[in-house]
Each structure stands twice: as C-alpha cells, then as structure tokens.
C-alpha cells in the first residue's frame, strides 16, 4: 500500500483487515470468482446512475458487472461501455398492457432467475419511480433475501423500503446507503425521532459525531440490524450493535452520481466478502468459530489475527465502499475542482484502491 498522509493511523489498521478479505490475483482463479455483481436500476430519464455504478463495481476489480435496467435504457447504458453486461429485463409502464392488475412476481421472474449466477445486488442506481418497476424490484429483493444473496439499497430502491420496511428488516445480509434526506423519510417511516442535521450540526465536532452514531444505531435497530451507511462529511456505518466512522478525507464538490460510485464499491466488497468466507485462497489467518455479535467481539476479531466473523466482514465492507468512495471524490476534486463530475471518480476507483489497501500478500500482478 502506498504512503497516504490523509488517512488517520486507525483506519490504516481497518485497511490492513479489509485486505484480508480482498481475494489475491492468482493464476487458480477462473472467470467470475472474483465477483459477479448487477445492478438494478436504469430508466428511460436515469441511465448514468446504472452505468456509474457498475463500473465502478468493474474498477475495483469484480469479474463480472451487470447492468439489469428498464428497456428503452439498455441501448443507451450499452453505448458508454461495451465491458458491461446489460439485461433489459425491468418492466415498466410503458412495456406493461394492463397496469392496474400486474402478476409482479411472474414479471420479475427472468431477473429472480438470474440470481443464483450472482454475488451481489446493487438496487436502485436510476430505478426511477414507475409504479410498475417498483413492484416488480420488491419481488426481486424478496427472492434475494430466500437465497441470502447480499444487496446494496440506494436512491428509489430506498423509497421501496420506506414504503414497506418489512422487506428488508431483520435481513443483515443488506446495506442501505442514505443521503440526509433519505435517512430523515426511513426515521420518519419507522417512527424513530432523531434530531435533525442542523440540530446535529450545531454540537461540537465529537458531540456532532456521536448523535450521528446515535441516530445511525437507532435506525439500524429498528430495521432488525441491516447495515446503514449514513452518508455525510463523514460517514457513519452501523448495524446497530456496532457503529464505525468513515473520515478518509473527500473533496468540496458535491455533483450528483458520486454515490453510484459507493453503491458500486460495495457491490464487489460484499463479493469479495464471500469468496472470502468460501475460502477460496488461504487468508493466513487462523479459523474463528464464532460470529461476533456485540461491539466487543468485534472489536477483538479486528485486533486479532482470526478469521473475521460475517458481522465484522459487512461492517468492513461497508466502511471500505465509502472510503474509497471519499479517496475517489478527493483525487477527483485535486485534479478537477468545481467541474468534477461523476465520471470523474470512475477514473480514480483502481487508484484509490491501490493508495488505500493495496494488493493482499501473494497477488501475482506480474507476468
């Protein structure tokens, strides 16, 4: 891993543990072992979302990055790259006859069928809010959560569960990532008071970050223990027993799509994250029979040099998304300033990925 002066001394030693879950470049490894992910979303008025996100998915270093989108999208989301695979499988209004009498899950059934080929889901990058798509994507993050397919929730796919929490709740295989606004419409859908961003803001910077923990843990608990990455000037990430801050360093400009660029981040982490689990190289580490289920255990396993429960592995994964995310938006910014955009951070993904982990001992990067 490369010097970063920016990146405090406690998350170089959370690094060097998300290393342990990034698979190695070895020559055994087949097509698709390391990370087969789709995003879902892309509409007729949203088609960069998708794009962004799974090429950031593909960036960091997955195999395979889908794109499942609405059909009018496809021809435009396969015009930016040819290194995606993009389904035209979401219905909508405007490809259904009869909308007022849907057989959602039949619709959704060409995507559900993809599921068993997949790693992770990314949900609602561009989804757009079509009554119809909607239907439809629930019944697609219902089949996910039978098959313990892990998923990332994000934009419209939020608006899904704020509809109707009991998709997801209890699911601990899931990760939301809220904005402000987003965070504010779940509490107020699963009747939590926290305080509002400018009571927040107006505590001192340790206060501030501790009633963000706080507001974090209370609706990661109402949602049965699903992670939530609060996205912020820092980010919170909290399964509701266990809160960790994001402060790698990110830049000023705030241009939209930079969260496609998490979305997708997340989407290989929770990837890697089972290869990982599968042990599919030797990690180095010795084996844990224990899941950690309280703040302590987790914090035992990050000291240690056991094999990392999956409750410590997604709290990682999802701190890492948003750090590389927060070092993309950095580089990003320093090159670009006021005229970042979105596309910019696609760039900077493989490099921040190097400055921040680094390659895991044994990759063979060299022929």
């Known amino acids: 891993m490369e010097s970063v002066h920016h990146v405090t001394a406690s998350s170089k030693v959370l690094f060097t543990k998300v290393r342990k879950i990034v698979p190695p470049m070895l020559e055994k490894f ?20 998708p794009y962004f996100s799974a090429m950031a998915s593909a960036k960091l270093g997955c195999d395979m990055s889908h794109v499942v989108c609405e059909r009018s999208a496809a021809p435009v989301v396969k015009s930016y790259s040819p290194n995606l695979m993009v389904h035209p499988l979401l219905p909508s209004s405007d490809t259904v006859k009869d909308t007022q009498s849907i057989d959602a899950p039949a619709l959704a059934g060409p995507i559900i069928d993809m599921l ?3 790693h992770a889901l990314v949900i609602g990058p561009g989804l757009g809010r079509d009554g119809v798509t909607l239907k439809v994507v629930a019944e697609v993050i219902k089949a996910a959560r039978s098959q313990s397919i892990p998923f990332v929730l994000d934009a419209d796919g939020l608006l899904i569960v704020t509809e109707n929490p009991g998709l997801i709740k209890g699911y601990k295989e899931c990760i939301l990532t809220p904005n ?28 501030q970050i501790s009633k963000e923990s706080e507001a974090c843990e209370q609706l990661s608990k109402a949602l049965g223990g699903v992670t939530v990455v609060q996205k ?13 801050i994001s402060d790698t360093k990110g830049g000023l400009k705030r241009s939209g799509g930079q969260g496609d660029t998490l979305t997708g ?15 599919l190289w030797d990690s180095g580490e ?12 987790v914090q035992a396993e990050l000291e240690s040099n056991k094999r990392m429960s999956p409750t410590t592995t997604l709290l990682l994964a999802a701190w890492a998304g948003s750090s590389i995310t927060r070092e993309c938006s950095r580089k990003a910014f320093e090159a670009k300033g006021r005229s ?3 596309s910019d951070l696609t760039d900077e993904v493989h490099g921040a990925f190097l400055r921040l982990i680094g390659e895991p001992e044994g990759s063979q990067t060299h022929l």
């Open 286 to 297: 010795q084996d844990n029979a224990n899941d950690a289920q309280t703040r302590d255990e």
């Open 30 to 49: 087949h097509k698709g072992q390391l990370g087969r992910v789709a995003v879902i979303g892309g509409c007729v008025d949203y088609t960069g979302a």
């Open 116 to 118: 068993s080929r997949l």
């Open 180 to 207: 402000v606004v987003e965070f504010g419409r779940l509490a107020k859908a699963l009747g939590i008071k926290v305080a509002s961003q400018a009571e927040i803001s107006q505590e001192g910077n340790g206060d």
């Open 340 to 342: 970042m955009q979105a």
């Open 232 to 244: 912020g000037p820092h980010d919170v990430i909290s399964n509701g027993v266990t809160s960790i």
């Open 265 to 279: 981040s997340l989407g290989t982490f929770l990837a890697w994250r089972a290869a990982y689990h599968d042990k």
